[in-house]
């Protein structure tokens, strides 16, 4: 018969894994050669990585050309670059067109205005990332950063120069048009799953067919339309910028998935934190911006931000209206005599600024997640 | 004998009315010409098997369900299609849930300050007050800045009585309450509740909770498919029941 202790008995620590070996060294054994078969793939994958690294980093950093001289002419002589095709990388390309890759066809002499509009976007990012800035203030400092963006894109004013719209290009216009994008989205996305959720039916129903007829046919097609349709129905003289159609044809289109996302969120929350607010007295308004998308929009994070990050590379395909963004703008370079055949390095160049500005998003949202749910654990 | 407020005299107006209310949940019948009168003060226990529509019943006296036939008036205010009449109803009746319904995103404190806020446009501070005054009352008062996931049950359900509470409402309803407790934090609630009783509030209370009945009770009611089968004092109800049904659903859940 089993004694009965009078007293608690003293919580232990768990018995130590492994024959004494450092927890590092226990875990590789464990996982990666714990059996034959875990041994022998875990040898190959070991073998292919460490070739595909030899070969990147051969290609990419040690066989590298990095600049190429002038010929008699002024333009750059790609000799020694060709020869080395397939061996190692011409970054000479990146050095050679960075500018028109990062700023279009803006004036050579202007370009530190799209540099700064860069910079500006970046900071906007960063500031409001940190949720010591999440008050009413953000919004001043996102007008007047977008303001300065504007009349630094445009001139005009203030001793600059003008700038037409046309001639602005490369990664200014996709983070124009991203940005722009998402801000706008956003909200509509909010309006359209709440009025999708309403009882009356003319609110519930137009929300339904836009979100239905804008998921049923491609971004490629809604620009077109935003783009030729659209001036179509304007009175006789009036146009509307191209850039601008191009940015109401992103935001109608991510608004309409965003918005199925966020219903989901509507839906995922249990009916009780409707009802108790419901009970409380709380009005529509007060309840759904306290309550409810709070809770709804923290569900919702990861198929957000998987919109967001869609979104950003959807801007690429402005270039059926002639718009030249990022990627356009790397597809034009290597149309230049000089420089064609290295489109791998132009879209690996660019492949990377996608890369680390999409990964940041990733990254962020998970962060979001990490602290939102801080209140979940006792 | 326990010490009960008394109740209001039948000349006054009653606090709350139903007339002949029927509801249906498409074709299923759910409240059959259900009638009732609560009076300021009285406290009314509403037991029943499941599905009988108890807690239909009183989801629909602050119009979270909607009846189609039959007048609900609540301190003079019929429940109809009209918004402001709902928010208005809504206001003095405040509702006690079986899964408690905090907001889990807000803290203790946030949670009991956020209607009085929006709702009675009460300032801050004087909410924020208002709000550790009632959580003293039902003796949490030391949780005020944690979030309810934080909290047990039984705390979490003081928290839900101290949040409705907040409101000043003149009703209180009650949907199960205890029923998602464990026992040993059942008693917890129910102490919070019997004191309530005491202090004069009109409440109704769906429960299974037989003892709590006979301590707080006025009028017990004995709901069985969807109508009003029986009724009385807690006296007459549990010594002398009338009705078959009654006799065999008390001797269910007295039984064990």
Redesign the interface.
């Given at each position: 018969m089993a004694t009965i202790p009078q007293t608690p008995t003293v919580m232990r620590r768990p018995p130590m894994a492994g024959l004494g070996g450092s927890p590092a060294l226990d875990w590789v054994r464990r996982n990666l050669f714990s059996t034959w078969i875990n041994t022998a793939v875990t040898l190959l994958l070991a073998y292919l990585a460490l070739r595909a690294i030899y070969g990147v980093v051969s290609w990419g950093l040690i066989n590298a050309i990095w600049t190429v001289p002038l010929t008699a002419t002024g333009t750059p002589d790609t000799k020694v670059c060709r020869e080395l095709k397939g061996i190692g990388a011409c970054w000479a390309l990146i050095s050679e067109k960075h500018r028109f890759i990062f700023f279009g066809t803006y004036p050579y002499e202007q370009h530190w205005r799209p540099l700064i509009c860069i910079m500006l976007f970046l900071a906007l990012y960063s500031v409001s990332a940190m949720r010591r800035f999440w008050n009413s203030n953000l919004i001043y400092i996102w007008i007047v950063g977008l303001t300065t963006i504007a009349i630094l894109m445009w001139g005009g004013v203030f001793g600059l120069d003008y700038v037409e719209n046309e001639r602005w290009g490369g990664l200014v216009i996709t983070l124009i048009l991203a940005t722009f994008g998402i801000a706008f989205a956003f909200p509509l996305a909010i309006a359209l799953a709440l009025g999708r959720r309403s009882k009356l039916p003319a609110i519930s129903t137009f929300c339904v067919t836009y979100i239905e007829l804008i998921r049923g046919v491609p971004l490629i097609s809604v620009l077109f339309m935003a783009s030729v349709m659209f001036p179509l129905f304007l009175p006789e003289g009036l146009t509307i910028d191209k850039l601008l159609r191009a940015q109401v044809g992103i935001i109608l289109f991510t608004a309409a998935y965003l918005a199925e996302v966020i219903r989901g969120g509507l839906q995922a929350l249990?009916n009780?934190?409707y009802?108790?607010?419901?009970?409380?007295?709380?009005?529509y308004w007060?309840k759904i911006a306290?309550?409810i998308l709070?809770?709804a929009l923290?569900l919702v994070i990861p198929p957000m931000v998987n919109s967001f990050i869609g979104l950003f590379k959807d801007t690429s395909l402005v270039v059926i209206i002639g718009i030249f963004d990022l990627l356009n703008a790397a597809k034009t370079a290597i149309v230049d005599p000089a420089w064609q055949g290295f489109g791998v390095e132009a879209y690996v160049f660019v492949s990377i600024i996608y890369f680390v500005f999409c990964f940041a998003m990733s990254k962020y949202s998970q962060g979001l997640e990490q602290e939102?749910n801080k209140?979940?654990?006792? | 004998m326990s010490t009960k407020a008394q109740p209001a005299s039948a000349g006054d107006r009653p606090m709350i009315e139903l007339r002949k209310v029927n509801k249906w949940y498409g074709d299923f019948h759910v409240l059959r010409d259900v009638d009732l009168t609560v009076y300021s003060g009285q406290k009314l226990v509403v037991c029943g098997p499941s599905g009988s529509g108890k807690s239909t019943m009183i989801r629909c006296i602050n119009r979270l369900e909607e009846h189609q036939e039959g007048a609900i008036v609540v301190d003079g205010v019929e429940l109809t299609n009209d918004l402001r009449n709902i928010e208005q109803v809504r206001r003095e009746v405040g509702m006690v849930f079986q899964q408690f319904n905090l907001f889990p995103h807000l803290t203790v404190l946030e949670n009991l300050t956020l209607a009085p806020i929006w709702v009675r446009k009460v300032p801050k501070k004087e909410a924020e007050e208002s709000a550790m005054y009632f959580l003293e009352r039902v003796r949490i008062p030391e949780q005020a800045a944690k979030y309810p996931g934080q909290l047990s049950g039984g705390q979490q359900q003081r928290v839900a009585i101290a949040r409705s509470l907040c409101m000043k409402p003149k009703v209180m309803l009650f949907d199960e309450p205890t029923s998602a407790l464990d026992p040993e934090m059942i008693k917890e609630v129910l102490d919070v509740m019997v004191e309530l009783a005491n202090e004069g509030m009109t409440m109704i209370c769906v429960t299974h909770e037989m003892g709590f009945a006979r301590t707080v009770a006025d009028n017990i009611l004995f709901m069985d498919k969807g109508e009003i089968v029986e009724q009385g004092p807690p006296a007459t109800f549990f010594a002398a029941p009338k009705t078959d049904r009654l006799k065999t659903f008390l001797s269910q859940i007295l039984g064990h």
């Open positions: 249990p009780g934190q009802e108790a607010a419901d009970s409380l007295g709380l009005p007060q306290f309550i709070p809770q923290r939102f209140h979940q654990r006792r | -």
